[in-house]
């Protein structure tokens, strides 16, 4: 049995949806559910998963800006590697 839900959203998010369903082929609600779903597959098969929160970083927000991190760390190195 399948279940209707209603979204609200900025009418430029709908826009950019609506364009990119146009050019798979599809209406904005079948690939925003697709998307949805595409979503809640990855974090149901997360194998990270169980290790959340298992240590202390002492970062605050390192699970919200974790690819922050990542790609300054990265930066760093980069730029250390040039100067050799």
């Known amino acids: 049995m399948g279940h209707a839900i209603t979204v609200e959203m900025p009418q430029e998010v709908y826009e950019s949806l609506a364009k990119t ?34 240590v202390s970083s002492g970062v605050p927000d390192l699970s919200d800006r974790h ?3 990542l790609g300054r760390a990265l930066y760093d190195e980069l730029i250390d590697e040039e100067d050799v």
Do not use: V
Request: charged fraction near 25%; aromatic fraction near 8%.
């Open 21 to 54: 369903a146009q050019q798979a082929g599809q209406t904005p609600e079948e690939l925003a559910q697709l998307w949805l779903l595409a979503s809640l597959r990855r974090i149901a098969d997360d194998p990270l998963e169980k290790f959340i929160g298992a």
């Open 67 to 69: 690819d922050d991190y």
